[in-house]
């Protein structure tokens, strides 16, 4: 059974015991749009790695209805996708997109900014510098693993500068905070009137962060814990479903305070980075996507330094 946007007919496929139900479509075309305060939404993106089958569909992009105009926060992988939640905003508030916030460069967060043209796209000064420098190797990996939905997509950078602070937009205010923890440059976005925490990829709930930009898993923790003492209502999360409680702080602590815990005793022990990458992940986790995934990734390019640090703490 699937709603069948094209046709807008509702197509139903018998199961094998011929029962069959009839959902409605979900609201804002097909992207899974969630609604997080009275003027809060969170499009989700799909806890997967990019492929031509989600589209670059991977990860979560937010918007505030102000009053006087919405603030998007991160745009996608693509100008499809950019588009795509530009129009779908328009089924949840006549206000017009008035500002853009990415809160970091990565490309599943950046790449839809050519669909908000004419529009102030904002980042931490770091993050447009790193898109600069990344951006067209990004550029070539999303084109290679999403296929023709990523084929008008262009590294589009944003043009206006911000500094951590509270900044109105039109009399909202928002406050910017900056940490590093996940790629260098991190703008997390709190909202005090609806109590919503926009934390970008310094939280992933249900979805195994992912580390490749991180300056350190040290540094990750000590802004996690920075990041705890904001009262708030909800999460939003880089990747993953939001929240109303802290689980997704929770869980990203856990997962990281496990890698660092298993590459400081690999160490000790004189573990090659292919065991580890073995490990056996602990059942907390179990309900967590690319789990595997990232475990791999993470001792590939962290491990060696953890060997480093050892080795110079031993023979100082
Ligand atoms: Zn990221």
């Not at 205010?173 to 703008?187: A, P, Q, R, V, Y």
């Not at 990829?201 to 000590?222: K, M, Q, V, Y």
Request: aromatic share 10%; with cysteine.
């Amino acid at each position: 059974m699937f709603w069948n946007q094209k046709s807008d007919q509702c197509l139903l496929q018998f199961s094998a015991s011929l029962l069959f139900t009839c959902v409605a479509p979900v609201h804002g075309g097909s992207l899974n749009v969630h609604q997080v305060a009275s003027n809060v939404w969170m499009a989700q993106g799909e806890p997967a790695e990019l492929d031509e089958e989600n589209k670059g569909n991977i990860s979560n992009s937010s918007f505030i209805a102000t009053g006087n105009g919405v603030v998007v926060i991160d745009t996608g992988t693509t100008e499809t996708y950019g588009r795509q939640l530009r129009e779908t905003i328009k089924e949840y508030t006549d206000e017009p997109v008035r500002w853009v916030i990415n809160t970091h460069h990565h490309p599943d967060h950046t790449f839809g900014n050519s669909a908000f043209s004419g529009v102030p796209i904002m980042a931490l000064s770091g993050t447009k510098n790193a898109l600069n420098r990344d951006g067209d190797f990004f550029l070539k990996t999303v084109k290679e693993r999403v296929g023709d939905t990523a084929a008008e997509t262009v590294v589009s950078m944003p043009n206006v500068n911000v500094e951590p602070g509270v900044k109105l937009f039109s009399g909202y205010s928002l406050k910017l905070m900056k940490f590093t923890g996940h790629s260098g440059n991190d703008l997390v976005v709190y909202d005090p009137q609806s109590g919503t925490l926009f934390a970008g990829d310094i939280l992933f709930w249900n979805r195994a962060p992912t580390t490749p930009h991180s300056p350190g898993i040290d540094i990750w923790l000590e802004e996690l814990d920075r990041l705890s003492e904001i009262e708030v209502k909800a999460i939003i999360p880089g990747h993953g479903p939001f929240a109303r409680d802290y689980s997704p702080l929770v869980q990203t602590r856990e997962w990281l305070l496990w890698l660092d815990a298993l590459m400081k005793e690999g160490v000790m022990k004189g573990y090659s980075a292919n065991t580890l990458i073995d490990a056996e992940i602990p059942g907390q986790f179990a309900g967590m996507s690319l789990a595997k995934f990232e475990l791999t990734r993470t001792i590939s390019h962290f491990y060696r330094k953890y060997e480093d640090d050892w080795w110079e703490s031993t023979n100082r």
